[in-house]
């Protein structure tokens, strides 16, 4: 648990109160105080005011605030400042400065600007880190530690170029065997020489990005630059474990980022924290599925939500205000999901910049008075009142989709078959029809167990890295139910294809092969035809993107393709492996096979829903010693009315019992508290 210090969900936000002059400051407390909020995230992007130049450092500002705010009951998420360095750095240190994809040197600006192979970097990142620790390693206030912010870019500077060389000594031993995995006799690209090797990038391997001409290469690139930038973020938290060795450490993840292997990362962190930006237009379960994605990369330990805006976001192409509700809806749904933490970006409004039209709590209006405050304070008050019931509670789930970083840059970088092909799109279809029938789902990777687990869906699992199809195997043979898709099992962790036919090292669990994958233009449909009515399922469904061609061999057909010329082939397929089974689905399928799908394999399997609720109402559970809390969060504009089952609940905000029914408000909460 990441809250024993102050047992209670946190609440607050980014705050830069160096960006105001003092007499604002007073007022802030005041308005944090009418707020609810008890934790400020300070000192993101200070490096260069705590760092006037090279030999100086100034900490009494921070001294200041920190004190200040502790004196009124607010504690303190404590940056290290290194998500931009300094001005003077970069002058007269230019191997801080990145050399982008198209290989321009970068000048000073914006942020995240950092070689993460630059000793300059490295060295003044790792001591700033060092000296925040020393110096404040015993203020009561702080609460948890901060590296850097929202790490993400890659480098191509010869830096870069030198490490990437070292890191692939060390991965494949000789040249003979980088060319052999590299496949590099392959338009000539034999190399003789480890300097010979450069950064595939515009000027060399990849004439666009996510497009490569030896996706071998970009693929180790990728491993090296998520590596590199991970050395950095361990090179500080190191620092802070010699001084403070039991505070917390994280650093703000951002979802689905693709260049960043987050599994990796979350062996480093002691508690996964992310930024949460959805659009007015994303859907609501994808939301719900990158929450569990988050709660996943650590096991099912709980998250903090570090980031998202109360009201108004500035950097998306149409920045709508969040409707009356929306906010705390979505607050409550990181809840549900596994977040102990409420927190947004930012606490004051900035004055200038590109993100003076970012919302925060505290508008430019500058006062209390305003509905994005009303909102705030309201649900500040409510999170109060929740006081530690939902600390550290847990979600169980007997079903779990794979998600795999690697896997997704090897599917991005193919030179083929569609580029229609989005990994996520695909891993979020399969969670969508599991989200609306209330089905509570893990997000977990390859490096994870399977046994406690009773389905496991991998969508387009197209890398198979060494040994994960035997973890298949004795999943499937104990009694499990596997599903994976076309465009799976084709290559090995160095993207070279596994021959004697699609799916590879899977073929023997599914109980067929493939020949050949259809791609699709997007006016183009298929169809899947049941062979017979199953469970849910029965007539035919519209799919899409990728057809492959597959055989059974020993699988049973349960549906076929409806059109072209392999129609009558087999597209739904399940093979009985020891107690278990294993199911392929040989295309991109429409929502309303998947729901149907997926609703049979969990009856099959015992595995219920936790509620039955009306469209656009969404269910989630956390248990902790005993007591469940579910939660009824109604995505719509109307109330809706949900039947409930079992014994009366209590309504933990309320306190009122409720039993037969419960009417959930538009855009409203219901948190119901009971026995397991």
């Not at 000073?108 to 620790?133: E, V």
């Not at 927190?343 to 209390?368: D, N």
């Not at 695909?426 to 969670?431: A, G, N, R």
């Not at 109604?634 to 079992?646: I, S």
Request: net charge negative; proline share 5%.
């Amino acid at each position: 648990m990441i809250n024993r210090k102050l047992p209670k969900i946190w609440y607050g936000g980014d705050y830069n109160p160096e960006q105001w002059e003092p007499e604002v400051w007073d007022e802030d407390v005041r308005l944090f105080k009418l707020a609810g909020i008890d934790v400020a995230t300070l000192n993101v992007f200070s490096w260069a005011l705590n760092q006037p130049n090279e030999d100086t450092y100034n900490f009494e500002w921070l001294d200041e605030q920190m004190d200040r705010l502790y004196r009124n009951g607010i504690y303190t998420c404590l940056a290290t400042s290194t998500a931009a360095h300094p001005a003077w750095m970069a002058k007269k240190y230019p191997d801080v400065l990145r050399v982008d994809f198209n290989g321009n040197k970068r000048s000073f600006g914006g942020r995240h600007n950092s070689c993460p192979n630059s000793p300059t970097y490295r060295k003044f990142a790792a001591r700033m880190a060092g000296k925040l620790a020393e110096r404040y390693k015993d203020h009561p206030g702080l609460l948890i530690w901060h590296v850097s912010n929202e790490y993400g870019g890659y480098c191509y500077c010869e830096r870069c170029a030198e490490a990437f060389r070292t890191w692939l000594k060390a991965r494949y031993g000789t040249l003979e065997k980088l060319n052999k995995v590299w496949n590099t006799r392959f338009w000539g690209h034999t190399f003789y020489d480890w300097d010979e090797i450069v950064p595939p990038n515009a000027l060399s391997e990849e004439p666009s990005r996510n497009r490569s001409y030896f996706q071998g290469m970009s693929l180790d690139y990728r491993r090296f630059q998520s590596a590199s930038l991970l050395e950095c973020y361990k090179l500080e938290y190191d620092e802070i474990k010699k001084h403070t060795p039991d505070v917390p450490v994280t650093t703000n993840l951002m979802g689905t980022y693709p260049e960043l292997d987050y599994f990796a990362w979350a062996k480093e962190m002691d508690v996964v924290s992310w930024d949460n930006y959805p659009s007015m237009n994303t859907p609501v379960s994808y939301t719900a599925m990158v929450h569990d994605l988050m709660r996943g990369l650590k096991s099912g330990q709980p998250f903090m939500l570090m980031e998202q805006t109360p009201s108004q976001q500035n950097w998306q192409p149409y920045n709508s205000l969040k409707r009356p509700g929306v906010m705390r809806l979505w607050s409550y749904q990181a809840v549900a999901r596994g977040a102990d933490t409420v927190m947004f970006f930012q606490l004051r409004r900035s004055v200038g910049a590109c993100e003076k039209y970012h919302g925060a709590v505290i508008e430019h209006a500058g006062h209390e008075h305003t509905r994005v405050f009303r909102e705030c304070a309201e649900l500040g008050s409510e999170l109060k009142r929740l006081s530690d019931k939902l600390l550290d509670a847990r979600t169980e789930a007997k079903v779990a989709i794979i998600f795999d970083w690697e896997n997704r840059w090897a599917i991005d970088l193919s030179s083929g078959p569609s580029v229609a092909l989005n990994y996520v799109d695909e891993v979020h279809k399969y969670y969508d029809a599991l989200y609306k029938l209330n089905i509570p789902t893990d997000l977990i990777g390859v490096e994870d167990d399977l046994g406690k687990y009773d389905i496991v869906i991998a969508p387009v699992l197209y890398m198979i890295k060494p040994g994960y199809a035997r973890k298949v195997e004795q999943f499937v043979q104990g009694g499990g139910t596997f599903v994976t898709t076309f465009f799976s099992g084709i290559v090995n962790e160095n993207d070279l294809v596994t021959l004697g036919g699609y799916p590879g090292e899977l073929r023997s669990v599914l109980g067929i092969w493939a020949e050949e994958i259809d791609a699709l233009f997007p006016e183009q449909k298929n169809e899947i035809v049941m062979t017979e009515k199953w469970g849910a399922l029965d007539g035919s469904y519209s799919c899409g993107i990728l057809c492959d061609l597959i055989h059974s061999e020993g699988a049973e057909v349960k549906a076929v393709y409806g059109s072209d010329f392999y129609q009558g082939r087999p597209v739904l397929t399940v093979n009985r492996f020891g107690d278990g089974e294993a199911w392929y689905v040989a295309s991109s399928p429409d929502a309303d096979f998947l729901t149907g799908f997926v609703s049979n394999l969990c009856a099959a399997k015992g595995v219920r829903p936790l509620l039955r609720t009306p469209a656009g109402v969404e269910a989630a559970k956390r248990t902790k010693d005993g007591t469940s809390f579910l939660f009824l969060l109604n995505h719509n504009a109307e109330a809706a009315d949900v039947a409930l089952d079992g014994e009366p609940l209590v309504d933990a905000l309320t306190g009122q019992t409720v039993s037969g029914s419960v009417t959930v408000p538009g855009r409203g909460v219901v948190i119901l508290e009971g026995a397991v």
